[in-house]
């Protein structure tokens, strides 16, 4: 996942040539409060120029998951301190968004740019402009909000989790934890939805509820504080249940940048295999262990919980658009459970009265990343750059633009929009949405519904890769995301003396 995605000063070994600097006033503005001082840096979305601040927390989220757990295969690929490097760029633009050294907040910032193109407007914007971020000259607004539970939530779990991936860097860490601690007081005490009050928000990332990011965020807190407060509210049953943790449904186990809490339930199973907390938690962290069982036995292809298409993908957004980024996490989930499984001796798991082994978890991340990869009927890989066949028009304003030293306008870059010809940009390593529901994939660029690569469609696929390379022989790393977890029994008393008459 390089840095394609990525606004603001780039760093000197920017590895994507035709990126350079870009956006270096936003946040800078008249109507922003005095909080924010700027908001250059973060990360795009997709193929805009747009900072939504939901998403983009998810993906910081699950990259640092996958480096807590699998730091070691990263080491082994030679990207380590890469991938921390990508986290690294999207906190420091976080702890941007808030008054990050205070205790309490009353505003977060939720995005810059905008995207509306709705009632024909031509107001140039993120969507009705196709130009090179570097070339932007367009009014970026800042949207603000006061009551935004799951976006503060979400962005406490970003930090939090990425204190534990710098947990070497006392400074760093503490300075997240203090920022990722701030952000859930603000996200508990002033209730709302994020996208309740913003259309954009609403059109492109609207946010269903802000419970599974209480259990979410609960958790990660606890893990990064070792405050039992924070394990305590994420094991609050009523919270789980309005979560949707005891319901099922058609989007039982799918994990995305809206609905956190198959996750979440995957995270807490963790704390239970290993270090088994006993009560008050056992009860509810058996249901959550229950309800992971459940959701791993929902993927398998003998359970028709989700259609697949003949090809073999599974369905999890029900034939929708764009489903990749859905396959990527649940792929993720069912590699890191099975490795759990692993470390934890347990040979598999129960779905009713069949027991499976977790080589079949595997096997289903596995046969679901392959599928994306170009084991399809159309033997198209949707990872740029990857294999012979792949997409050419990849809907990506950078990478559509030649880098030729001519600013091309708001409507000037129409013309590479409409162009039938291949990017003259290859955005290596971009997982675009995806095919349809009957396999089918259409390789043009103003069809954003197969070609829009978008962060963190990208961030599950690096978790669900490095989750499944290299061997069994380099497991998940058991202890270091307990690093600020005190030890769960007070030690016992020393024996006494020995009797004598």
């Not at 499984?341 to 082994?357: I, K």
């Not at 870059?413 to 390593?429: H, Y």
């Amino acid at each position: 996942m390089p840095f394609f995605f990525a606004a603001g000063k780039l760093p000197k070994h920017n590895n994507v040539s035709w990126r350079g600097n870009s956006c270096l006033q936003d946040g800078k503005g008249d109507g922003v409060s005095a909080a924010i001082k700027d908001l250059v840096g973060g990360y795009y979305d997709a193929g805009d120029a747009i900072k939504f601040n939901f998403p983009q927390s998810f993906a910081i989220t699950m990259l640092s998951w996958s480096v807590i757990e699998y730091s070691a295969k990263y080491e082994a690929a030679g990207e380590l301190s890469h991938v921390k490097e990508l986290i690294k760029w999207g906190t420091d633009y976080f702890l941007k968004t808030f008054n990050s050294t205070a205790d309490s907040i009353t505003t977060l910032a939720a995005q810059v740019g905008l995207g509306d193109t709705s009632g024909g407007s031509t107001t140039p914007n993120d969507h009705y402009c196709w130009m090179r971020p570097e070339d932007i000259d367009y009014d970026r607004p800042v949207t603000e909000c006061h009551s935004c539970s799951d976006l503060a939530a979400e962005m406490a779990a970003a930090l939090a989790s990425a204190s534990i991936v710098f947990k070497d860097n006392k400074a760093y860490s503490k300075k997240l934890v203090h920022g990722a601690t701030t952000l859930f007081k603000f996200a508990r005490e002033q209730r709302g939805r994020y996208s309740a009050g913003s259309s954009e928000a609403s059109i492109f990332y609207n946010s269903t509820s802000y419970w599974d990011e209480f259990v979410w965020g609960g958790a990660w807190m606890y893990y990064a504080t070792g405050n039992s407060s924070y394990l305590k509210l994420a094991t609050t049953p009523g919270l789980a249940k309005h979560a949707g943790a005891f319901w099922g449904g058609p989007d039982y186990g799918v994990f995305s940048w809206d609905n956190k809490l198959a996750g979440a339930q995957v995270l807490l199973s963790r704390l239970r295999l290993f270090l088994s907390p006993g009560y008050p938690y056992e009860e509810i962290l058996r249901t959550f262990h229950n309800q992971t069982s459940i959701v791993m036995c929902s993927y398998l292809p003998v359970f028709t919980s989700f259609n697949r298409t003949k090809g073999g993908l599974i369905q999890l957004n029900h034939g929708r658009p764009q489903p990749l980024q859905y396959v990527v996490n649940s792929a993720f989930l069912a590699a890191v459970f099975s490795d759990y499984l692993d470390a934890a001796d347990t040979p598999g798991w129960y779905c009713g009265p069949n027991f499976f082994s977790t080589d079949v978890l595997r096997d289903f991340a596995r046969t679901q990343i392959n599928y994306i990869l170009g084991n399809n009927p159309r033997k198209m890989s949707y990872v740029v750059g990857f294999g012979n066949h792949y997409p050419k028009h990849v809907h990506h304003r950078g990478a559509s633009i030649p880098k030729n030293k001519v600013k091309y306008n708001c409507k000037g870059g129409w013309k590479w929009r409409d162009s039938s010809k291949p990017n003259p940009n290859t955005i290596v390593g971009a997982m675009v949405a995806g095919p349809d529901k009957h396999d089918g994939f259409h390789d043009v660029r103003t069809n954003y519904n197969y070609t829009e690569p978008t962060l963190a469609g990208n961030a599950g696929l690096v978790a669900a890769l490095v989750a499944l390379s290299g061997d069994k022989s380099t497991s998940i790393d058991k202890n270091t995301i307990f690093s600020a977890v005190p030890p769960m029994f007070p030690t016992p008393p020393p024996p006494p003396a020995p009797w004598k008459p």
